[in-house]
């Protein structure tokens, strides 16, 4: 039969062949013949491997067949048809049979004889290359499974993290603050789930729904936050730390137009505010006040809507308090329109906010709200400072000296009404008078010629030097006044200009000083403490003054906020006006002694005593003693110089204000009854402060008053101040305090206004309405004694009518806690 007659083969092999089996092979049907050589056209099925077992046996159990057809040939380069294997359904090409079985196809098919040598060479290499491909593309598969396993395993364990944090973040956030995205609302609860204080943010945003924010726009401390697009974009936190809970809230303005105002409801029954600071009118406490959106830096309260230091700090009775951020252009607003509500909103203006210190140049508003058991504890955890830190030694004592010794304040209504003599002649009468302590002798500015001169005025206290030495021997220190201020009559002010020592005009590229009035100086520059060179000028002078005259220490008068030149410009832009009292005191603390200084926003170091702002010499006056006292108390000024007993000034009946700037003149003597009530409520304070002597009323009842004021003082207020100045220097807390501070859960305690406490063992109970003599007393929980008649009485209840003649003061000393009656 003609070899090439024969049909395609298709051989099927069940079991491996064994020497003695025979082999059928197939004829070749002559049809598939080509006249240019053998050609298959059509292979439906090569081989069929039924054995599987085989395919997992590695390479060395494979035994090795011998060939029965005949040996290997040289195979073709043309390419063969797709072997379907039937059982894995797997398709190969022909050239990785040739690779895996490691012969040439480089010749070409010669007989028919060669197809069936070709089928039969590939047909037993077959089960070794499958089985090595099998092991390659399982090895494969396997690590390829490990690797993909592990990245799934690190995604699941990083995102569980971080689900985990923000799970837990968002929980403890939302269960006692929920905050609604669509209308802006925030509701705080206590721990017992009851609402305590609610508010709205971004009252002045339009847009409504909010979006997350751009991972680039997130922070790394888990705060959560929001996106009003184009407009502001708003960051939530939290934190614990000893009880206290604290959620940061932060806005950040993004567009010019933009003002980020936040707003809180304050109800009646939800009890008082505090904090802030003095406002106009003197409302107290602050929740009572009702003024429209104003910017928050110190001025005249009687012109101006705040006093002459403020905190950005306020509590509220039910232990909330907000504390908002020092660098914030922050304006307040109080029950505005009768609103009953505080806001705050960040927005620069022209003037105290004008200059843009973050990057973008958007005003922020950031501030945090603090959650306590109760207002003292929330109080003393937020306040706690330690006011010992850069102290030197001997200043304690300087504290001391100043709670034990009067300040005797020498005033004059003119630079010609002050001189040597009548600075003598005053201290002459103090001790004469037999039973006035010794104490510093305050001198205002006219001690120059001019503000801002920084020497001595030698044609009126020629013979200064002899006259304080006499006043050291007797136990006097002598305090000199100074202000930033520089008339322009001053020899001072040419050679501030020439060396660009004073603060400039806005724009003028430093070439003209900026000019404003104060006191006796209708025009004046004010030295720029940012820049380097003009302290240590300003330093120069001063200690030059204290080791030609000896004088003990310096009283700085700054002014307010309002006192700076409106188009001011310093050497380094301030965040407010305000900052620059801070920069000022903190340059020269270290150089100079500082007796006390008459505005701030932050505690000056002690000695350091903040004055209270002048007031007039009026029962009003003397009513607003104590809010002053305990406003500034409880933002973080305990030590308080306050001002002199009868008043600073007098003013005409129809004179409703006075401008900032004004000098203002010593009241004439006030009237009796006014003088030993303010005497009264004076003797209870940190420190006490005269410019009229009671001897000038040259009246018995008046010197028998004074000298039992001045015993109550010795033996009973200056040991209470000492015992409590350590932990007002340790915790920052105040030694006159409001009521609500010895008992914060009594209802009582929380709306007693015209009593204080000093420490914790004195309550103080003056008169300061013209003619009373009866008032009503509260005594937090304890038992007191009576300063008056020496009786006992037990605490937690009103005393009605209480009997105060014109010649005694209510005061109560806390007595043993098993006091028995």
Not at 611 to 617: A, T
Not at 634 to 662: A, C, E, M, R, T
Request: glycine share 6%; net charge neutral; with cysteine.
């Amino acid at each position: 039969m003609d070899p090439l007659s024969c049909p395609v083969p298709t051989i099927v092999i069940d079991r491996p062949p064994e020497d003695n089996d025979p082999i059928d092979l197939p004829s070749i049907d002559n049809s598939e013949k080509k006249s240019n050589g053998v050609s298959i056209s059509d292979v439906n099925e090569i081989v069929s491997i039924e054995d599987e077992s085989s395919e997992t046996e590695s390479d060395d159990d494979v035994p090795k067949y011998r060939s029965y057809l005949r040996t290997k040939r040289r195979l073709s380069v043309s390419p063969l048809a797709v072997l379907r294997l039937h059982n894995t359904r797997k398709e190969m090409i022909a050239n990785e049979f040739d690779r895996s079985g490691g012969v040439s196809n480089q010749n070409s098919i010669t007989s028919v004889n060669s197809v069936a040598s070709l089928l039969k060479e590939k047909i037993q290499t077959f089960p070794s290359m499958m089985r090595r491909k099998k092991k390659v593309t399982s090895d494969f598969k396997i690590k390829t499974f490990i690797t993909i396993l592990f990245l799934i395993i690190v995604f699941l364990v990083g995102y569980a993290y971080i689900m985990y944090h923000q799970k837990v973040l968002t929980r403890l956030y939302f269960d006692t603050v929920k905050f609604g995205k669509d209308d802006r609302s925030i509701h705080l609860h206590n721990q017992r789930g009851q609402e305590i204080f609610k508010g709205m943010l971004g009252r002045n945003i339009n847009e409504v729904k909010p979006f997350r924010c751009l991972d680039e726009n997130l922070r790394d401390d888990g705060s959560i936050c929001f996106e009003w697009d184009k407009n502001a974009r708003l960051y939530f936190n939290y934190e614990v730390k000893d009880g206290i809970e604290c959620h940061d809230i932060k806005w950040e303005a993004l567009s010019q137009d933009v003002y980020p105002q936040d707003c809180y409801d304050l109800p009646a029954n939800k009890g008082n505010w505090y904090g802030g600071g003095i406002t106009k009118s003197n409302e107290f406490p602050i929740d009572r006040a009702s003024f429209d959106m104003s910017p928050f830096i110190t001025g005249d309260s009687y012109s101006q809507q705040f006093g002459n230091a403020v905190k950005r700090y306020f509590i509220g009775a039910e232990g909330v308090a907000i504390k908002i951020a020092d660098d914030v252009p922050l304006h307040i607003s109080m029950n505005h329109n009768n609103s009953r509500q505080f806001c705050m909103k960040a927005m620069h203006d022209q003037f105290a906010f004008v200059n843009r210190l973050t990057p973008n140049g958007m005003p922020f508003l950031k501030y945090k709200i603090c959650l306590g058991k109760d207002m003292r504890s929330l109080h003393q955890f937020l306040t706690q400072q330690s006011l010992f830190d850069g102290m030197k030694q001997g200043e304690l004592s300087i504290v001391h000296s100043i709670m034990e010794e009067p300040v005797w304040q020498i005033s004059a209504n003119g630079v010609d009404y002050l001189n040597t003599m009548s600075i003598y002649n005053f201290t002459e009468q103090v001790v004469n008078s037999g039973f006035l302590r010794i104490g510093h002798v305050l001198i205002n500015e006219f001690w120059q010629n001019e503000i801002g001169d920084y020497k001595v005025d030698e044609e009126r206290f020629k013979d200064l030097q002899e006259k304080v030495d006499i006043l050291h021997r007797r136990g006097f220190k002598v305090v000199f006044t100074i202000q930033p201020f520089i008339s322009t009559d001053s020899p001072n002010f040419a050679e501030a200009v020439q060396k660009k020592f004073l603060i400039y005009e806005r724009l003028s590229e430093r070439s003209i000083p900026a000019l404003t009035r104060y006191k006796s100086s209708v025009s004046a520059g004010v030295l720029d403490v940012t820049n380097n060179n003009a302290v240590p000028w300003l330093l120069e002078k001063l200690k030059k003054i204290i080791d030609d005259y000896k004088i003990d220490s310096f009283f700085i008068d700054f002014g307010t906020a309002y006192n700076m030149p409106h188009y001011y410009q310093c050497n380094k832009s301030l965040v407010n006006p305000d900052y620059y009292k801070s920069i000022f005191t903190s340059s020269i603390e270290d150089h100079v002694p500082i007796f006390g200084v008459s505005g701030a926003i932050s505690f000056p170091r002690p000695p350091a005593f903040l004055s209270l702002p002048p007031v007039n010499s009026s029962w009003e006056g003397l009513q607003s003693v104590i809010p002053a006292v305990i406003s500034y108390g409880v933002i973080g000024f305990p030590f308080i110089l306050s001002g002199p007993v009868g008043g600073d000034y007098s003013l005409p009946q129809n004179y409703q204000k006075i401008p900032s700037y004004q000098s203002l003149a010593q009241p004439p003597l006030p009237d009796k009854e006014l003088f030993i009530r303010w005497f009264q409520l004076a003797t209870f304070l940190p420190a006490m402060r005269f410019s009229h002597l009671p001897s000038e009323y040259k009246n018995d009842l008046m010197t028998e008053v004074a000298k039992e004021l001045f015993g109550i003082r010795q033996k009973t207020v200056i040991p209470i101040l000492k015992k409590y100045l350590s932990e007002s220097m340790n915790e920052g807390l105040p030694l006159v305090r409001p009521l609500w501070m010895l008992e914060s859960h009594d209802a009582a305690c929380l709306n007693v206004y015209d009593e204080f406490s000093v420490g914790e063992e004195l309550i103080v109970a003056p008169i300061v309405q013209k003619g009373q003599t009866v008032r009503e007393v509260y005594l937090p929980q304890g038992v007191w004694k009576d300063g008056v008649d020496g009786s006992l009485r037990k605490g937690s209840r009103w005393i009605h009518n209480y009997r105060v003649p014109e010649n005694k003061v209510a005061y109560f000393v806390k007595m043993p806690d098993n006091t028995r009656f």
